[in-house]
């Protein structure tokens, strides 16, 4: 049995405690939030017996295992550290940090410590994009030539100001680049290849949040576009936007053209409408839709509240027992890179070398 501590009680921190509660092999003994009320109540809502003031006493106890990283991004790196040093294997949210710099400490930490650590990258564990993954590797569309992802949603701008939040603050890592983007670099390089070069725009749609009777200037990016080119030299181009006025749910399309063929993911599994995969070819031009299989994983994982969250667990456990495991602080800090090369292309007007 592995017993796992908690930091953070925002929805992306307390999104997996439900499959961690069903994980059979895992057992949530501590959690703490920068907010002890916010940790003394999801506590009581989850049933964890032990809330602790601050993540350095949740990372100090003796009888954790696991740390899991939810908290602001701002405070990834710091949390990684204690973690690390407190020879507590790890889970971290993505995007990782703040900046590159961050990540190289994070990365060397782990490995100074020796503790199997995991980036929550869970997008590489969705049927669809296993599937797709599968056939690019199999030959399916020959030598990929462009990759095209756009996802446009709707938290339209309107009359109505949004609560002020972490989220809307730059220097906390708020933003969907971090937040949407960096699954869909991630999704790339494990789909394909590294990114070689970017070229990228951020834009704030939404200008204000409701503050404390006030409004405050929100900072973070609401829309992204990145255009780059792979080591593989396929060329890529990501769209996203989570303030735009369009059709309730997902928007989102993933479509890889390759010498051979085009594939398309049309949809988003997590949504109610779901995601198809349909497949192409230079002799078949229309458009045909692929069984989608289910993924492998443990009868652990598969029995747990979300599966996916469940195989990040799997791998974990793999990694704690020697094995060598993905995504990792690794992963995370390449997708950083991408990162910070967008914003520094943002700010120049320039296309950035990834090295």
């Given at each position: ?66 740390i899991y990283i939810g908290s602001p991004v ?191 993911i049309d949809g988003d599994e997590l949504s ?84």
């Amino acid at each position: 049995m592995y017993k796992i501590g908690i930091i953070g009680t925002s929805w992306a921190a307390k999104s997996p405690i439900p499959t961690f509660k069903t994980y059979k092999g895992i057992e949530i003994t501590a959690i703490c939030s920068g907010n002890i009320k916010n940790a003394d109540s999801c506590a009581k809502e989850f049933n964890i017996p032990y809330v602790e003031k601050n993540y350095k006493t949740l990372c100090a106890r003796d009888d954790l295992d696991i740390i899991y990283i939810g908290s602001p991004v701002h405070l990834h790196s710091k949390m990684v550290l204690e973690a690390a040093q407190s020879k507590k294997h790890i889970i971290c949210e993505k995007p990782l940090a703040l900046n590159v710099d961050e990540g190289e400490k994070m990365l060397s930490a782990v490995k100074k410590y020796k503790v199997a650590n995991i980036t929550a990258f869970t997008m590489r564990h969705f049927n669809s994009h296993q599937l797709v993954k599968k056939l690019i590797a199999n030959g399916k569309i020959g030598d990929p030539i462009h990759v095209s992802i756009n996802d446009f949603r709707g938290i339209p701008h309107s009359n109505v100001i949004p609560e002020y939040r972490w989220w809307f603050n730059k220097n906390q890592g708020g933003g969907i680049l971090g937040a949407m983007g960096s699954h869909f670099i991630d999704l790339t390089r494990y789909m394909l290849d590294d990114f070689s070069s970017v070229f990228g725009q951020l834009k704030s749609i939404n200008k204000y949040a409701a503050h404390k009777n006030t409004r405050k200037k929100i900072t973070s990016d609401d829309l992204f576009t990145i255009n780059g080119t792979l080591v593989n030299n396929a060329t890529i181009s990501i769209n996203c936007s989570v303030s735009t006025n369009t059709r309730l749910g997902s928007n989102r399309q993933i479509q890889i053209f390759g010498t051979k063929g085009s594939l398309l993911i049309d949809g988003d599994e997590l949504s109610p409408a779901g995601a198809k995969v349909l497949f192409s070819s230079s002799s078949s031009p229309i458009m045909k839709e692929i069984n989608i299989p289910q993924i492998k994983m443990s009868r652990a994982a598969k029995n747990s509240t979300v599966p996916r969250f469940g195989l990040m667990i799997d791998k974990l456990i793999e990694g704690i027992k020697g094995k060598e495991l993905s995504p990792n602080i690794n992963d995370g800090l390449v997708c950083q890179k991408v990162i910070d090369a967008v914003q520094l292309a943002n700010i120049s007007g320039k296309i950035i070398k990834i090295k």
